[in-house]
């Protein structure tokens, strides 16, 4: 079975990049209206640039902040899946250590995740005889 890696959000980010920047440049002019103009006839156009600024900035965040969010779940899902194949393999019992020999990810992400499926439920964690954090997957080890 394939693990598909994470997606990349290329275009995604570009546009709420976009988004911020033209937002700030709105905002930017409102502010240096405000402070340089001296004429009554400004109130139309701070709130046309505020008008303008607010809604693509906050869409520009709110999809940055998606992008982001995607991102972690589909990184963390990733992880599990290499997991869960390498603890198949072994009969339920893994360390991060040998998880993160095997694939492509650092032992700290290797431990969060584990850590993270103890939480969930998914395995229990012991110490080996060598002083190894073991994490046991029951529903691959007969054992147990």
Same mark, same amino acid.
């Given at each position: 079975?394939?693990?598909?890696?994470?997606?990349?959000?290329?275009?995604?980010? $570009?546009? @709420?990049?976009?988004? *911020?920047?033209? =937002?700030?440049?709105? +905002?930017?002019?409102?502010?240096?209206?405000?402070?340089? #103009?001296?004429?009554?006839?400004?109130?139309?156009?701070?709130?046309?640039?505020? $008008?303008? @600024?607010?809604?693509? *900035?906050?869409? =520009?965040?709110?999809? +940055?902040?998606?992008?982001?969010?995607?991102?972690?779940? #589909?990184?963390?899902?990733?992880?599990?899946?290499?997991?869960?194949?390498?603890?198949?393999?072994?009969?339920?019992?893994?360390?991060?250590?040998?998880?993160?020999?095997?694939?492509?990810?650092?032992?700290?992400?290797?431990?969060?995740?584990?850590?993270?499926?103890?939480?969930?439920?998914?395995?229990?964690?012991?110490?080996?005889?060598?002083?190894?954090?073991?994490?046991?997957?029951?529903?691959?080890?007969?054992?147990?």
């Amino acid at each position: 079975m394939e693990i598909e890696k994470p997606k990349k959000y290329t275009l995604l980010y $570009l546009v @709420s990049f976009v988004l *911020l920047f033209y =937002g700030l440049v709105f +905002l930017l002019v409102a502010f240096f209206t405000i402070i340089s #103009s001296s004429t009554s006839n400004t109130s139309d156009m701070i709130s046309g640039t505020l $008008l303008m @600024s607010i809604p693509t *900035l906050l869409s =520009g965040s709110l999809i +940055l902040y998606n992008i982001r969010k995607k991102r972690r779940e #589909s990184t963390n899902k990733y992880i599990e899946n290499i997991i869960l194949n390498y603890a198949k393999k072994n009969n339920g019992i893994v360390t991060s250590l040998e998880i993160s020999m095997e694939s492509e990810i650092s032992n700290l992400q290797a431990t969060q995740a584990l850590d993270s499926m103890v939480i969930k439920g998914y395995c229990t964690n012991q110490v080996n005889e060598k002083g190894y954090v073991e994490y046991v997957f029951p529903v691959f080890n007969w054992q147990y």
